[in-house]
C-alpha cells in the first residue's frame, strides 16, 4: 500500500529585518518593499501564519493548510520574543509585562492578557541584525523574553514601550514546540508536517 502524500506543503523560515510578512502588494507604497518570495521559490497557496512586521524578524510558519494556519494563531499556541530594549530594565517593569499593560489596539485602549516574561542574563546568540542597533555610548540596553498567547498589532513593541523601555531588536524565537535554535537570517527549511 502506498504511503499518503502529504497534500499540504509547510516552510520554517528566519524572516529577516526589512521584509514584509507578505508575497506582494498591489499597493504603490510598498513597490520597493521586500517579499518573502524573494527567499525561496514557494509552491502555490502558501500563507504565512501569523506575521511579523518589517522591522521584526525571526521565526515565521508558512503553510498551505488553511486549518493548521487558524490553530497556530489561536490562544493555544505560545509565541516567544527576544526583545533588546532601551536602557537597562528594571524587575518592576517585568513584573508589569508578566500582570498586563495598557496598549492602543484599533484605536481603543486594550490591556494585554498575562504572559510569561524574564530577564535574559546574557545577550542570545543570534545573527548580526541587519540594522544597527545603536552602541552603548548612548546608554545601556537588555533583553527580555516575552512568551504570549495573543498577537495584537506591534503588541511587544507596544508592551515595553508601555512600561519605559522601547524595543530596539524584536526577534521571534519560538511558535510551540518550533524553535528558530541556530537558523540564519533569510533561511528557509522545509517541513514534512508542523508539531506544535
Same mark, same amino acid.
Given at each position: 500500500?502506498?504511503?499518503? %502524500?502529504?497534500?499540504?506543503?509547510?516552510?520554517?523560515?528566519?524572516?529577516?529585518?526589512?521584509?514584509?510578512?507578505?508575497?506582494?502588494?498591489?499597493?504603490?507604497?510598498?513597490? *520597493?518593499?521586500?517579499?518573502?518570495?524573494?527567499?525561496?521559490?514557494?509552491?502555490?497557496?502558501?500563507?504565512?501564519?501569523?506575521?511579523?512586521?518589517? %522591522?521584526?524578524?525571526?521565526?515565521?510558519?508558512?503553510?498551505?493548510?488553511?486549518?493548521?494556519?487558524?490553530?497556530? *494563531?489561536?490562544?493555544?499556541?505560545?509565541?516567544?520574543?527576544?526583545?533588546?530594549?532601551?536602557?537597562?530594565?528594571?524587575?518592576?517593569?517585568?513584573?508589569?509585562?508578566?500582570?498586563?499593560?495598557?496598549?492602543?489596539?484599533?484605536?481603543?485602549?486594550?490591556?494585554?492578557?498575562?504572559?510569561?516574561?524574564?530577564?535574559?542574563?546574557?545577550?542570545?546568540?543570534?545573527?548580526?541584525?541587519?540594522?544597527?542597533?545603536?552602541?552603548?555610548?548612548?546608554?545601556?540596553?537588555?533583553?527580555?523574553?516575552?512568551?504570549?498567547?495573543?498577537?495584537?498589532?506591534?503588541?511587544?513593541?507596544?508592551?515595553?514601550?508601555?512600561?519605559?523601555?522601547?524595543?530596539?531588536?524584536?526577534?521571534?524565537?519560538?511558535?510551540?514546540?518550533?524553535?528558530?535554535?541556530?537558523?540564519?537570517?533569510?533561511?528557509?527549511?522545509?517541513?514534512?508536517?508542523?508539531?506544535?
Amino acid at each position: 500500500m502506498k504511503a499518503l %502524500k502529504n497534500e499540504h506543503s509547510h516552510f520554517i523560515i528566519y524572516k529577516p529585518f526589512g521584509y514584509l510578512s507578505q508575497f506582494y502588494s498591489n499597493s504603490k507604497q510598498q513597490k *520597493n518593499k521586500r517579499f518573502l518570495g524573494e527567499l525561496y521559490d514557494f509552491p502555490e497557496g502558501i500563507m504565512p501564519i501569523g506575521r511579523l512586521d518589517e %522591522k521584526s524578524e525571526g521565526l515565521l510558519l508558512l503553510t498551505t493548510d488553511g486549518k493548521m494556519s487558524d490553530f497556530v *494563531n489561536s490562544r493555544k499556541v505560545e509565541k516567544e520574543y527576544y526583545a533588546q530594549v532601551d536602557g537597562d530594565i528594571s524587575e518592576e517593569a517585568i513584573e508589569q509585562l508578566i500582570i498586563g499593560v495598557e496598549i492602543g489596539f484599533e484605536g481603543k485602549k486594550y490591556i494585554t492578557k498575562p504572559c510569561t516574561a524574564f530577564r535574559l542574563v546574557e545577550t542570545p546568540n543570534l545573527p548580526e541584525p541587519i540594522k544597527k542597533i545603536r552602541d552603548e555610548r548612548h546608554g545601556p540596553t537588555s533583553w527580555v523574553s516575552i512568551t504570549l498567547n495573543e498577537g495584537k498589532f506591534r503588541q511587544v513593541r507596544k508592551m515595553t514601550s508601555a512600561v519605559g523601555f522601547p524595543t530596539l531588536r524584536l526577534v521571534r524565537i519560538r511558535v510551540g514546540n518550533i524553535q528558530i535554535n541556530n537558523m540564519q537570517s533569510g533561511e528557509v527549511i522545509e517541513a514534512y508536517d508542523f508539531s506544535i
